[in-house]
T-cell receptor
Framework: AQSVTQPDIHITVSEGASLELRCNYSYGATPYLFWYVQSPGQGLQLLLKYFSGDTLVQGIKGFEAEFKRSQSSFNLRKPSVHWSDAAEYFCAVGVTGGGNKLTFGTGTQLKVEL | KAGVTQTPRYLIKTRGQQVTLSCSPISGHRSVSWYQQTPGQGLQFLFEYFSETQRNKGNFPGRFSGRQFSNSRSEMNVSTLELGDSALYLC????????????FGAGTRLSVL
């Protein structure tokens, strides 16, 4: 079965600083990979996805993520964080032929200091 | 297009009762999935329905059930509520048969007293 690890439970960055959130997955083949963001009391918003091809994917709100097969990683990055980016971020994996079931990591809570 | 709509947004129930949550997917989406989110267990997959058939099921007891109607709207039912069922229940719809791209609703916050 697939699994997702987000090793950082909380991260604090200053506004304007760069950001990298880590995500490692476990799956025998190349999975579908996603990053979602959740603001308090809200559902999940899709930031970006990776299916195949170019390993650097661009998403909404200035986020990007890089798929590294050798490290089984899919880290999320943003060059300059804005105060409105404070939220919880979830990495998720889906499998080919498995319908639309996602396995989520435990999430990383991002705090932005002004 | 309207997004995924979940009703109600908040529910308070007592132990032993049952509850039904509703989800209207994005127009044209035939797949609806349900997730439970709790502080202790995180986001856990409950089940997925596609064209009125349950296609995937997570590791939850039989008290958790669902169904999907011909218009793709879905309902989730929890019977004999337990305190541990208190959670945010999220519904997601998908535009494809696979591919796992899912769009989430705002959720239903269930509190069991």
């Amino acid at each position: 079965a697939q699994s997702v690890t987000q090793p950082d439970i909380h991260i604090t960055v200053s506004e304007g600083a760069s950001l990298e959130l880590r995500c490692n997955y476990s799956y025998g083949a190349t999975p579908y990979l996603f990053w979602y963001v959740q603001s308090p009391g809200q559902g999940l918003q899709l930031l970006l996805k990776y299916f195949s091809g170019d390993t650097l994917v661009q998403g909404i709100k200035g986020f990007e993520a890089e798929f590294k097969r050798s490290q089984s990683s899919f880290n999320l990055r943003k060059p300059s964080v804005h105060w409105s980016d404070a939220a919880e971020y979830f990495c998720a994996v889906g499998v080919t032929g498995g319908g639309n079931k996602l396995t989520f990591g435990t999430g990383t809570q991002l705090k932005v200091e002004l | 297009k309207a997004g995924v709509t979940q009703t109600p947004r908040y529910l308070i129930k007592t132990r032993g009762q049952q509850v039904t949550l509703s989800c209207s997917p994005i127009s044209g989406h035939r797949s609806v999935s349900w997730y439970q989110q709790t502080p202790g267990q995180g986001l856990q997959f409950l089940f997925e329905y596609f064209s009125e058939t349950q296609r995937n099921k997570g590791n939850f007891p039989g008290r958790f059930s669902g169904r999907q109607f011909s218009n793709s709207r879905s309902e989730m039912n929890v019977s004999t509520l337990e305190l541990g069922d208190s959670a945010l229940y999220l519904c997601a719809s998908s535009p494809e048969e696979g591919g796992c791209i899912q769009y989430f609703g705002a959720g239903t916050r269930l509190s069991v007293l």
